[in-house]
């Protein structure tokens, strides 16, 4: 059966919101025989915004009656004909989720990123709040056409939350495993804690400018992680384990820290420390949060002091993948639904791996090569990006 161009109408409602706004609408449209093709309503500070698509019968008395009801209800109603749409439609626009989390979101920044989304050619669909009372998250739904590549996207989203400086923002494919995540596994030194442990243990011993040069020439290529490593455990040799087990007790954790654990845990999120950092802090750490797998490198000990060496194998880079993958595969998780959050160049391959790699307060390097970035926020930021809102976070406690 052909359809004329105005069968289809599009009815816009805005007011004051108030209870049997839809109930009343929707009544007389469904008494009227309309078909009901599409519908969305939001509230904004207590003001309504009910959209219908409907396709009308032949008689358009119906529309009469809705206009007489919105005025006993208090609110403006409009509506306009639509042409059909194509017989045949092709294969939709891929579909994203931008989010931004900042201290506080403006003006400013809505602009920026909007503006930013619209030069890259992507369309805003849909903005929805993610905080309150405050405005600190918004989840920006948008559709790209063919021409655009999300990486490209990606990176230039980056590159303008890198400039600006006062929030942070991620880009996500919008589809199931966005929303089905179920385990997450975090570096330890400059990601879950405040401090990089060797560092402090080196202080501690007198031999903390040798050990900095050392990680200097590894950070330029002079030598592997795995030799670095070797050197700079060796200088520690000698040291009261007194000392390691005082800082693992102390250790200074990095601003969200427990909110994100807590709320992982509550919603039955399996969770990991896979740091190429030491055994005694990364496993005081999974005491003192609860975290469910804790793997690390594991110093020698002989009569109560450092050995300066290691036992076991060393976790690079390569060794944190392999973790990962083999703890999703345990805990029967895909390797979609896992993400990882690291600072460093050991992290990279790790991050790889993960669903979702998220570089936190990371160098350049790593930040241009993960999925996201976080640098303005805590670690708790990583919940916005699950799609959970404020109000269910405090749901959580």
Do not use: W
Not at 91 to 120: F, I, K
Not at 206 to 224: K, S, Y
Not at 232 to 257: K, M
């Amino acid at each position: 059966m052909s359809e004329r161009p105005s069968d289809r109408v599009l009815i816009t409602v805005t007011g004051k919101d108030h209870p049997g706004i839809t109930a009343r609408l929707t009544g007389l449209l469904a008494d009227a025989g309309a078909e009901l093709l599409d519908v969305e309503q939001g509230v904004l500070q207590g003001h309504v915004t009910l959209c219908l698509l409907v396709r009308l019968p032949e008689s358009r008395g119906v529309l009469k009656e809705l206009l007489f009801a919105a005025r006993e209800l208090g609110v403006a109603l409009d509506f306009q004909a639509l042409e059909a749409p194509p017989a045949q439609e092709a294969p939709g626009p891929a579909r994203y989720v931008v989010t931004a989390v900042a201290r506080a979101l403006g003006a400013r920044e809505l602009h920026a990123l909007s503006e930013h989304l619209s030069r890259q050619g992507a369309n805003i669909e849909r903005i929805t709040r993610l905080t309150h009372p405050h405005l600190g998250s918004l989840e920006i739904h948008v559709t790209l056409p063919p021409a655009v590549e999300a990486e490209a996207l990606k990176r230039s989203l980056l590159a303008l939350a890198m400039r600006d400086g006062t929030f942070d923002v991620a880009l996500q494919r919008e589809g199931l495993f966005r929303r089905s995540k179920r385990m997450v596994v975090m570096d330890m030194d400059s990601t879950l804690i405040r401090i990089e442990v060797i560092d402090e243990l080196a202080r501690a011993h007198g031999v903390g400018e040798q050990v900095a040069r050392i990680t200097e020439r590894a950070m330029h290529g002079e030598m592997d992680y795995d030799e670095s490593l070797r050197q700079r455990v060796a200088l520690l040799a000698g040291l009261d384990v007194s000392v390691l087990r005082t800082l693992a007790a102390n250790l200074p954790l990095t601003e969200g820290a427990q909110t994100l654990v807590r709320v992982l845990k509550r919603l039955g999120y399996r969770t990991a420390v896979i740091s190429g950092g030491f055994s005694v802090a990364a496993e005081a750490l999974q005491a003192q949060l609860g975290i469910d797998h804790a793997y690390s490198n594991v110093l020698e000990e002989a009569d109560g002091r450092l050995t300066g060496r290691t036992v076991g194998p060393i976790v690079n880079a390569r060794r944190k993948a392999e973790l990962l993958e083999a703890l999703a595969a345990r805990e029967g998780i895909l390797l979609d639904q896992v993400i990882a959050v690291g600072d460093g160049a050991n992290d990279l391959l790790m991050l790889e791996r993960a669903g979702l790699g998220i570089a936190f307060r990371a160098k350049p390097r790593l930040r241009e090569a993960a999925d996201t970035s976080i640098s303005a926020g805590g670690l708790d930021s990583i919940l916005y990006l699950l799609g959970l809102t404020g109000r269910e976070l405090e749901e959580v406690g």
